[in-house]
């Protein structure tokens, strides 16, 4: 008796600041994303910034009774990888 294939899932590296905008390829800045995913990200945000996704997320795709903010995160939530001073 023959197995179902098991569905592959391939998987990307993302760089959450875009290497266009300076990210590093260093740990802190890269996260593994599904392939589907990455493309359709990519598709929709290119390398636009926190502030340009929130307002198209705002203005097109969410409930129009909310409205998402991109804050910056403290120095104790650094996430760039680039350490905390
Ligand atoms: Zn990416």
Known sequence: MRRKPVPVLETDVH??????????????????????????????????????????????WIDKRFVLVALPRTKKDDYSGEGVA
């Open 15 to 60: 760089h959450r600041l875009p290497r266009a905008s300076g990210g590093k390829g260093i740990n802190g800045n890269k996260v593994v994303v599904l392939k589907s995913q990455h493309v359709h990200y990519h598709a929709l945000f290119a390398d636009k910034t926190p502030h340009q996704i929130a307002k198209i997320l705002s203005e097109t």
